[in-house]
């Protein structure tokens, strides 16, 4: 099986690469359950929409899968993008650590990823990443606004 689960990390981030979100939703379960520092709690059809949110605003992403293994029902990888963060215009390497849990069916039904905030929102933000991206004000202020994006987005989508 852990051949297969590998087989499904591949996938997933060859289809990240391709800004293919709908790919990437395709190797979730139907009650996948996804974390990561701006979105922590994500369920179900939240977690693919996400994924095709950000891919279908994407204009420079490069993806690419560094290093990834699978074993039983747990995998991992450690992954690295490139891009423009849109509100901004600036540039951003975002080095990410990944955890999988898969179900019988070889499709991911956990995801956690976790990167430096930090660093993320001081290449992100600039000035303002810098002197507070270490606080909770700046974290809770991307991680509405993400939400509510993401909320846009589903809303949109759903019509």
Request: glycine share 12%; hydrophobic share 40%; aromatic share 12%.
């Amino acid at each position: 099986m852990s051949e297969g689960n590998s087989g499904t990390i591949e996938r997933f981030y060859a289809a990240f690469a391709a800004c293919d979100g709908a790919g990437m939703e395709a190797c979730y379960a139907a009650d996948i359950s996804f974390s990561d520092p701006v979105f922590p709690d994500l369920n179900g059809p939240e977690a693919g929409g996400m994924w095709r949110m950000l891919t279908s605003q994407a204009k420079d992403l490069e993806i690419e899968l560094a290093e990834h293994q699978a074993e039983g029902d747990r995998g991992s990888a450690r992954w690295i993008a490139d891009y423009t963060f849109s509100k901004t215009g600036r540039k951003v390497r975002n080095n990410v650590s990944a955890s999988f849990r898969f179900g019988s069916d070889g499709l991911i039904t956990e995801h956690h990823d976790d990167f430096g905030f930090w660093k993320w929102s001081r290449q992100a933000l600039g000035a303002p990443g810098v002197l507070l991206g270490w606080t909770p004000i700046v974290r809770n202020g991307v991680r509405k606004q993400a939400g509510q994006n993401l909320d846009e987005f589903l809303g949109a989508a759903a019509e």
